[in-house]
């Protein structure tokens, strides 16, 4: 028996999950692929030790599940340059009925619809195996009671955010990691994603389902804990910055926006009856101002926002001397524009890249070995200033440029679209000054300038 909202024909993109040790149960339509919980899916049972405790449900395991599931399809297939896909998913799920229902497919269609920018359809097949993590019963002692929870990462958001929502005894932090970490001081119990996707090519590397995932673990740990407020630590440029200013051919990238986690909200609302809220508390205010509020609480000090790490780069390019930040993609660049702002003062060899203030990009790069690593970098270097400068120019548009958006965002947290206005004319601004405040501390003689003056990159291009 399975759950279907759409009869279109198959896509040619289906993917087919099963049981560990089972067979597909019918011949699969031609260019369809399986995926085996315990070979392409494997769960840690360490890590589900963790999850095994009271109050969680079959359901909880199924939407592990469905998160490797959407993992695998997402990176499986390959987009076309018009980027939308339609992918089918069939699922093996233990509570068939709470799946069925068709305000839970609904919502799942619209929350994975509106963050990707494909067509998913799920159909969900009822699970042989009824108890797949066993009948382990471990108690956790969380000691003081949590209020809220974090998705916590090692970045300058997370440390800050969770530190400005409460006490960190008040906080549950959930790293959201692949591989097991060093657990750091306000961490809890949720240490690693549980489960490897695994044993397959990936062809896309946009992954913009990795939202839902984050979302739908944090959620996971929140309910078990009996907390109703997630905190989204994103400040105002990263959460709005990809959806105000897409590049080009590319669908925006909602993964923090408020559209999002409204209808993530629906979608758990639905399935497990949980009513919890997404908070963004720094929505309106940049990563700079984030970081002097921080910085303002009694006991932090800048050590406790230069240990982080921001980079999203490969390991070869950023183990240049040891493992570093590459100090140029939009992350790193955010990330010094940002600490610069809040008056803190990196080290240098903090990054591999690390004068922005030199006159020729290729001599500030001189340091990555290889030409094809420098290449990249010139080009992630480039957008990613770029998208900072544009980021900035939008705080000197007519109201009627931002208007659309403030509507979009005003709609879906409950403020009126001319005081959404304000707000994000006022965040954009005070980008836009600490963003020229950064520019100008490298010099009018800087390659950043010189991006700035000419440009590899225009708005639109």
């Known amino acids: ?99 069925q229902k068709p305000e839970v497919l609904k919502s799942l269609h619209g929350v994975l619809n509106h963050l990707t920018g494909d067509t998913w359809r799920f159909s969900f097949v009822g699970a042989k195996d009824r108890s797949p993590i066993g009948s382990r019963q471990i108690p956790l002692d969380f000691g003081k009671t949590k209020t809220f929870a974090v998705a916590y990462s090692d970045g300058l958001d997370s440390r800050a955010v969770s530190a400005l929502s409460g006490d960190q005894d008040e906080a549950l932090c959930i790293r959201i ?41 944090t959620t996971i740990a929140a309910q078990l804990s009996s907390v109703a407020r997630i905190i989204v630590p994103e400040s105002g440029q990263g959460a709005l910055g990809p959806v105000l200013l897409p590049l080009h051919n590319i669908y925006p990238d909602y993964r923090n926006h408020p559209t999002f986690f409204r209808k993530m909200e629906r979608f758990i609302t639905a399935l497990l009856g949980y009513r919890g809220k997404f908070e963004q508390p720094r929505l309106w205010s940049t990563k700079g101002q984030t970081l002097r509020a921080f910085l303002d609480i009694p006991g932090k000090t800048e050590r406790h926002l ?68 420098r290449d990249i970098m010139v080009e992630y270097g480039s957008v990613g200033a770029r998208h900072l400068q544009h980021l900035a120019e939008l705080a000197s548009l007519p109201d009627d440029a931002l208007r659309v958006h403030a509507s979009q ?18 965040m954009l601004g005070t980008h836009a000054v600490e963003w020229r405040a950064f520019l100008s501390a490298q010099g009018e003689q800087s390659f950043l300038k010189s991006w700035m003056d000419g440009g590899r990159y225009g708005r639109f291009e």
């Open 177 to 217: 990691a692949g591989k097991r970490q060093r657990r750091k001081t306000g961490d809890s119990f949720f240490t690693q994603i549980p489960f490897k996707v695994q044993g397959y090519r990936g062809h896309e590397s946009s992954f913009r389902s990795r939202g839902f995932q984050f979302a739908a673990v």
């Open 306 to 373: 230069t240990s982080t790490h921001s980079c999203w780069q490969s390991r070869r390019v950023v183990n240049v001397g040891g493992r570093k930040h590459c100090g140029l993609c939009a992350a790193c660049l955010l990330r010094r524009v940002s600490l610069h702002a809040a008056g803190v003062n990196e080290a240098r060899d903090a990054y591999v890249v690390s004068d922005l203030a030199a006159t020729d990009a290729s001599g500030a790069l001189s340091v990555i070995p290889l030409k094809a690593d």
């Open 409 to 426: 965002i005003g709609a879906v947290i409950g403020e009126s679209t001319e005081k959404a206005l304000t707000k994000l004319r006022t």
């Open 1 to 99: 028996m399975s759950a279907r909202t759409h009869e279109a024909p198959v896509s040619g993109k289906h993917l087919f999950v099963i049981e560990k040790g089972q067979k597909p149960g019918r011949a699969l339509p031609k260019g369809a692929v399986t995926a085996e919980v315990g070979r392409h899916i494997r769960f840690n049972a360490a890590v589900l030790d963790t999850f095994d405790v009271k109050g969680f449900q079959p359901l909880h395991y199924d939407m592990l599940v469905l998160c490797a599931a959407i993992e695998f399809a997402d990176r499986r297939w390959k987009r076309p340059l018009g980027w939308r896909r339609t992918l089918e998913v069939t699922v093996p799920v233990i509570d068939l009925k709470s799946w």
